[in-house]
């Protein structure tokens, strides 16, 4: 999703940083094999992931929403050097594909997979959390918010992708679109949530930074 016109967007992907070789790769064999390969945080939001993770420097992340990787190597590249990442998605099917792509990083022995119920997985990990990034199904978002909270250490970043949702957030929102209805509530949560400060950011399908106080 593209909120500027193509022309200045352009600019915009040409004069930000690259995207590595390996996560070329990554995403040329999720084009070739996966279904749905437009859910790939792609290169100019990967990048984003990238630095943002690069200037908070997180010794845990948690990742909520795998498909095939990529975010999660983005985060990875400003992960201290002591650090780990859990990454959790419900699809046993790409388990091995993310594995493959995790162990060719230098990343590898620092990133957990959790396959399941996020929403079931959360409670059992007993950490605390400097970075958080949210990009699973849409209806549970604020349910995910309400686990990760607590899990939080005092200034750290909660990532919220998909936020604008194609631009469906402005629209007249259809009794059936579930999606859609977590999103304005989740979008609202986070606005008036007392222990975060919240930017919503217009990149790509909209990316949402909260910062816990």
């Known amino acids: 999703m593209h909120f500027i016109p193509e022309e200045l967007d352009n600019y915009v992907v040409n004069h930000t940083e690259k995207e590595p070789k390996l996560l070329q790769q990554l995403t040329r064999e999720t084009y070739q094999k996966i279904l749905q390969p437009r859910m790939l945080s792609g290169a100019y939001q990967g990048r984003v992931l990238s630095i943002l993770s690069k200037l908070i420097r997180p010794k845990n992340i948690l990742e909520i929403g795998t498909y095939t990787g990529y975010s999660a190597l983005c985060l ?30 230098p990343y590898g022995e620092q990133i957990h997979q959790h396959v399941g119920d996020a929403t079931q997985i959360i409670p059992k990990l007993d950490l605390k959390f400097d970075l958080i990034f949210i990009d699973a199904d849409k209806p549970n978002y604020p349910a995910y918010f309400d686990l990760v909270i607590n899990r939080m250490n005092p200034g750290g970043v909660i990532l ?29 949560l986070l606005l008036e949530d007392h222990r975060v400060e919240t930017v919503l950011l217009p990149i790509r399908d909209g990316l949402t930074i909260s910062r816990v106080l």
């Open 76 to 105: 990875a590249e400003g992960m201290q050097t002591d650090g780990v990442l859990h990454t959790i998605d419900i699809n046993e099917e790409l388990e091995t594909f993310q594995r493959k792509y995790f162990d060719l990083s």
């Open 160 to 188: 919220s992708d998909n936020v604008l949702w194609s631009g469906k957030v402005i629209d007249a929102v259809a009794e059936d679109d579930f999606s859609t209805k977590a999103l304005l509530e989740y979008n609202t």
